[in-house]
């Protein structure tokens, strides 16, 4: 079985590109898919649709736009990751792991100890707590496993 993993969350550092790396390292069955990581093209999405009248409609739009995307690749993954960095506030993948949670697809969360306390109740929804993208190519490894 080829295992397709939704990438949900935090894009300012290389934790996608290191799960990549590893789970191709150990030739696992996987392949990914993500939202949009390009920042600005994500916070673009909707200006296709017309100059917006401010900011709040702006967002909404593009927010909609990237929801066709992030919607369909949750619906249709077997697994689920979603990162949680230290440095900004990642509304948009505790909304991720709460869709996951919805439809019944298994998620892991990705985060440092610094934060276990306000993601509890994304944490107690979800299969694993990792602490490194290392943990989370483990547990690929063994989920995907033919023993």
Same mark, same amino acid.
């Given at each position: 079985?080829?295992w397709?993993?939704?990438l949900?969350?935090?894009?300012?550092?290389?934790?996608?590109?290191?799960?990549?790396?590893? %789970?191709? #390292?150990?030739?696992?069955p996987?392949?990914?898919?993500? #939202?949009?990581?390009?920042?600005e093209?994500?916070?673009?999405?909707?200006?296709?649709?017309?100059?917006?009248?401010?900011?709040?409609?702006?967002?909404?739009?593009?927010?909609?736009?990237?929801?066709?995307?992030?919607?369909?690749?949750?619906?249709? %993954?077997?697994?689920?990751?979603?990162?949680?960095?230290?440095?900004?506030?990642?509304?948009?993948?505790?909304?991720?792991?709460?869709f %996951?949670?919805?439809?019944?697809?298994?998620?892991?969360?990705?985060?440092?100890?610094?934060?276990?306390?306000?993601?509890k109740?994304?944490?107690a929804a979800?299969?694993?707590?990792?602490?490194?993208?290392?943990?989370?190519v483990?547990?690929?490894?063994?989920v995907?496993?033919?023993?």
């Open positions: 079985m080829q397709t993993v939704y949900s969350g935090e894009i300012h550092t290389d934790w996608r590109q290191q799960l990549m790396n590893g %789970c191709e #390292a150990r030739n696992l996987v392949s990914f898919t993500s #939202a949009v990581t390009d920042h093209a994500s916070d673009s999405a909707g200006d296709v649709l017309g100059k917006a009248e401010n900011q709040f409609w702006r967002d909404h739009r593009s927010a909609k736009v990237n929801a066709i995307r992030i919607r369909t690749l949750i619906s249709n %993954c077997d697994l689920a990751v979603v990162r949680f960095g230290e440095q900004y506030k990642q509304w948009n993948a505790a909304f991720d792991a709460g %996951c949670a919805a439809l019944d697809v298994p998620y892991i969360t990705l985060h440092d100890e610094s934060i276990v306390h306000p993601l109740e994304v944490d979800a299969m694993a707590w990792a602490t490194t993208p290392e943990q989370v483990e547990i690929l490894e063994y995907t496993s033919q023993q």
